[in-house]
T-cell receptor
């Protein structure tokens, strides 16, 4: 069965420090991984997807099939990065399997 | 372009009652999916609709049902409400498969 694990419910870092939000997955097929973000008082929105291999707002994520991980990283955290982050595994169509989320707080 | 809108934003029901939640998809999107988000959890897939037909379902009982209309708007119906149905219900639209655009959700409390 598919599974997405985000081991940290809460993560605090200082402004300017590197940040890494962990995501591990379990899936028998070829995985498509996404990161969704929810800023305060805003709706859930896509941050990035592994297929596009892009950097959004300074964040990157590399799919590591050997370690079955898709960690989200940013070298220098900003206060506006404080939000709830969800790792999601795309199954089919609009069906995604979401992790339980990590709440990131960037301390000024 | 209008985003995904959901109604109502909040509602309170009692056990055994039925509820209907509504969603207007983003302009141009033909696929609508519904997710349930319990407190402290990530969104959990309920089902999706494409061209007015259900074409994918998560691990939810039949008392969770839905509709999609010709204008791609959608309804989620839940019968025989249980306390455990209390959650935030999210609607998301997309063009076929791809990025999900979420609404702000309908928060259901079952007493």
């Amino acid at each position: 069965a598919q599974r997405v694990t985000q081991p940290e419910k809460l993560l605090s870092v200082f402004k300017g420090a590197p940040v890494e939000l962990k995501c591990n997955y379990s899936y028998s097929g070829s995985p498509e991984l996404f990161w969704y973000v929810q800023y305060s008082r805003q709706r859930l929105q896509l941050l990035l997807r592994h297929i596009s291999r892009e950097s959004i707002k300074g964040f990157t994520a590399d799919l590591n099939k050997g370690e079955t991980s898709f960690h989200l990283k940013k070298p220098f955290a900003q206060e506006e990065d404080s939000a709830m982050y969800y790792c999601a595994l795309h199954l089919t169509g609009n069906q995604f399997y979401f992790g339980t989320g990590t709440s990131l707080t960037v301390i000024p | 372009e209008t985003g995904v809108t959901q109604s109502p934003t909040h509602l309170i029901k009692t056990r055994g009652q039925q509820v209907t939640l509504r969603c207007s998809s983003q302009s141009g999107h033909n696929t609508v999916s519904w997710y349930q988000q319990a407190l402290g959890q990530g969104p959990q897939f309920i089902f999706q609709y494409y061209r007015e037909e259900e074409n994918g379902r998560g691990n939810f009982p039949p008392r969770f049902s839905g509709l999609q209309f010709p204008n791609y708007s959608s309804e989620l119906n839940v019968n025989a409400l249980l306390l455990g149905d209390s959650a935030l219900y999210l609607c998301a639209s997309s063009w076929a498969t791809g990025e999900l655009f979420f609404g702000e959700g309908s928060r259901l409390t079952v007493l």
